[in-house]
Nanobody, 114 residues
Framework: QVQLVESGGGLVQPGGSLRLSCAAS????????MGWYRQAPGKQRELVAR???????TYVESVKGRFTISRDNAKNTVYLQMNSLKPEDTAVYYC????????WGQGTQVTVSS
């Protein structure tokens, strides 16, 4: 199975920025669709952004124009650049593949607070 470790979360003021990183191992990273997901308290986990092996990206409407997903296959790493952060972006952020049977790591906490 693919092992994934998220990092880069923290506390930020509204309007601020963070860059999340996800380091992958244990699979053929360059072939996988990768996604960033988030789960806020009391809510279901949602897909925020995804990127294909070819670099095609998609975003949930609420983050379009503010977040950018990217990947560096040489480093087996996927990133999420988050700009213009809002309090409603507060959540635990996870990265993952779209593989059947995928498991979830610990994620990284993002808190946007004024």
């Amino acid at each position: 199975q693919v092992q994934l470790v998220e990092s880069g979360g923290g506390l930020v003021q509204p309007g601020g920025s963070l860059r999340l990183s996800c380091a992958a191992s244990g699979g053929i990273f360059s072939l996988y669709v990768m996604g960033w997901y988030r789960q806020a308290p009391g809510k279901q986990r949602e897909l925020v952004a995804r990127i294909t092996s070819a670099g095609t990206t998609t975003y949930v409407e609420s983050v379009k124009g503010r977040f950018t997903i990217s990947r560096d296959n040489a480093k087996n790493t996927v990133y999420l650049q988050m700009n213009s952060l809002k309090p409603e972006d507060t959540a635990v952020y996870y990265c993952n593949t779209e593989l059947v049977g995928r498991k979830w790591g610990q994620g990284t906490q993002v808190t946007v607070s004024s």
